[in-house]
């Protein structure tokens, strides 16, 4: 691949997502326009900036690498991510979307703590803030490890000067713009990527000898590899599906995902763009699915399973599109990134209310909290090893276990106080600690998938049988 050509494109689309950021620094003058964008946005910006905010790195290196190194059982992860979008736009989007309004809430930990009042509600807000900040940090971490792929295989930058330039680059228009400037760059991210999930599959399918040629090709891998349930049957068969479709869940609980449907400008905007969110999601998981594939036909077992994306593309894409590659690529990984910037910056600014003790500065101390978070991103990537889809998942999982049951309870109309509500952030977010660090566990894992969504869940509900609920002045169900 002519390093020339990828270069001047890479330079050329980044040099616009940093224009986007100055340009949008105008319309960021209150925490709403910073954080929610005004709450004006429309089906295709919600919608294609939901899905790729939702779709980084993990997607593009992390499961398209999945799907080569497991065979086709990888694929029953799509119904599930799938089948959560949905759930988040279509049964939970109308509470998240008219209480925000109703209730003046800017960020998911708003909904948690709504019924508290005092130094619970202070408890909440502060413990809340610290779960986010630690799960964006290793989510953080496997986006910032892919840009460090990104840059070492297609410009032989080595991982850490990689690192550092695609974080910084992420860094400048999100500190500039806000929501504002991560909408449009999101939109214009997903586009880009969705091009690329259809193109680069597409010539990897047909290099590959179409269908029968992948039959062929990977004839020779290990017993189960084609199998449906990966050489699994009866119980441990269900729980395989299970678990993998169970990552779905995590859609529920996403803060980072949650502000898109809340910035939507009105109903009609929500359920288009949630068309739009579910029809890019297919697009992209099923090309990473075939490019998985392709590329075990192709190389066999030879290749590492998260360089096969790049591999296919220096292999077999013109020279002119490796910049467009390297693009796509980190546009996956921004996508996600700045959004959970943002994030971070109103769990610290707007829910521990650091913004108004420093005299209403709010952007400000929003803006100084992503730049430590960053650092520490980048410090994670380089001292504590793993693999991008390893991060991504526990985070992914963790998140949706702390706050999705709550969303699930309020769209249920399920009555609840704030002492239950942060039981159940805690049990969830400490299940889903217990299964990553004290469980074999893997993408598959019926039990660290579900269970600890299940019990924030269980615990709720048990507490509106009983009768916990808030007091009639405070409560307000959705």
Known sequence: MDDAFALISFIVYNAV??????????????????????????????????????????????????????????????????????????????????????????????????????????????????IICFC???????????????????????????????????????????????????????VLMACIAIILPTVAFFAAGGLEGISQGIAAAPDGYMDSFGGRTGWIAIGFVLGLSATGFGALGQPHLVSWIMATRDRTARLYGAGVAIGWGAIVYTGMGVLG????AIYGAEAPAEGVFFQLASDYLPALLG?????????????????QFLVVGAAVSHDVRIGKLMGGREVLVSRLSILVLCVAAVELTFYVPSSIFDRALFAWVAMGATFGPIIVARTLNLRFSAPVALAAVLVGFGASLGFEFFWESGPGDVLGRMLPWIFGLIILSAAHIAGLAPRAEDAHQG
């Open 17 to 130: 997502l940093v224009g986007v950021g100055i340009w949008a620094v105008r319309k960021a003058k209150s925490q709403e326009d910073f954080l929610l964008g005004g709450r004006s946005l429309g089906p295709w910006v919600a919608g294609l900036a939901y899905a790729a905010s939702s779709s980084s790195a993990w997607v593009l290196l992390g499961f398209s690498g999945f799907v080569y190194a497991a065979g086709p059982s990888a694929l029953w992860m799509v119904p599930g991510i799938l089948f959560g979008y949905g759930v988040i736009w279509l049964f939970s989007g109308d509470m998240l979307q008219r209480v925000s309004r109703e209730k003046n809430h800017l960020t998911l930990t708003d909904f948690v703590v709504e019924n508290a009042r005092g130094k619970l509600a202070r408890i909440i807000r502060i413990i809340s803030a610290l």
């Open 293 to 296: 594939l392709s590329a075990r």
């Open 323 to 339: 910049g467009l590659v390297a693009a796509a690529t980190l546009s996956a990984i921004m996508s996600t990134v700045d959004s």
């Open 136 to 190: 964006y940090a290793y989510f953080i971490a496997a986006q910032f490890q892919g840009v460090g792929v990104a840059f070492a295989d297609l410009f032989d930058m080595n991982l850490y000067t990689g690192v550092i330039f695609g974080a910084a680059i992420i860094l400048i228009y999100t500190f500039l713009g806000g929501f504002f400037a991560v909408s449009i760059t999101d939109t214009m991210q997903g």
